[in-house]
């Protein structure tokens, strides 16, 4: 390869790096009858993750994290935030899915129904400030509730965050 050949294709790669947006995002999940992250956050966390990637993000999360009270839920917040802050990325987005305490026993099972609401937060790190804070119940599937149902829900939430972090 020759000289201005490999130039230019170093100049072409800085410049694509230069301008790929990148988050970080951590899930946490809500239900005091599980002892373990379940499966269904498993899915939706590896789901975003591949959207976000698939979009040209640069994109980093903490491990899914179980929860069952405000302080911890501000423990994992700060957790996330700070290694949020320290890798450089652009926005930490931090999710929140609330199951239902007596239908979801079960960590293996993958299923949307399982799940009542999800909320989110979503911080741009360049300035602190929130760019969006919201709740949102989950319809619950009809018919057969499936894996796929739920690897649908998720990448239709990452469309939709990735389009609040291009109106920023």
């Given at each position: 390869?020759?000289?201005?050949?490999?130039?230019?294709l170093?100049?072409?790669?800085c410049?694509?790096?230069?301008?790929?947006?990148?988050?970080?995002?951590?899930?946490v999940?809500?239900?005091?009858?599980?002892?373990?992250?379940?499966n269904?956050?498993?899915?939706?966390?590896?789901?975003?993750?591949?959207?976000?990637?698939?979009?040209?993000?640069?994109?980093?999360?903490?491990?899914?994290?179980?929860?069952?009270?405000?302080?911890?839920?501000?423990?994992?917040?700060?957790?996330?935030?700070?290694?949020?802050?320290?890798?450089?990325?652009?926005?930490?987005?931090?999710?929140?899915?609330?199951?239902?305490?007596?239908?979801?026993?079960?960590?293996?099972?993958?299923?949307?129904?399982?799940?009542?609401?999800?909320?989110?937060?979503?911080?741009?790190?360049?300035?602190?400030?929130?760019?969006?804070?919201?709740?949102?119940?989950?319809?619950?599937?009809?018919?057969?509730?499936?894996?796929?149902?739920?690897?649908?829900?998720?990448?239709?939430f990452?469309?939709?965050?990735?389009?609040?972090?291009?109106?920023?």
């Open positions: 390869m020759g000289k201005k050949t490999f130039c230019a170093l100049w072409l790669m410049a694509v790096s230069g301008f790929c947006a990148s988050v970080s995002f951590q899930i999940q809500h239900n005091d009858s599980m002892s373990s992250v379940c269904s956050v498993l899915v939706i966390e590896d789901e975003i993750l591949n959207s976000f990637f698939n979009s040209g993000y640069i994109v980093s999360n903490s491990p899914a994290s179980m929860s069952s009270s405000a302080a911890q839920d501000k423990k994992l917040w700060n957790l996330g935030y700070s290694e949020a802050v320290e890798g450089a990325f652009d926005d930490f987005i931090q999710i929140h899915l609330y199951f239902n305490e007596s239908t979801a026993k079960n960590t293996q099972t993958v299923a949307l129904g399982m799940i009542d609401k999800i909320g989110w937060k979503i911080v741009s790190l360049k300035n602190g400030k929130t760019v969006e804070e919201k709740t949102k119940s989950i319809k619950k599937t009809m018919g057969a509730d499936t894996e796929d149902n739920v690897r649908l829900f998720a990448k239709d990452a469309v939709y965050i990735q389009g609040v972090l291009r109106k920023k």
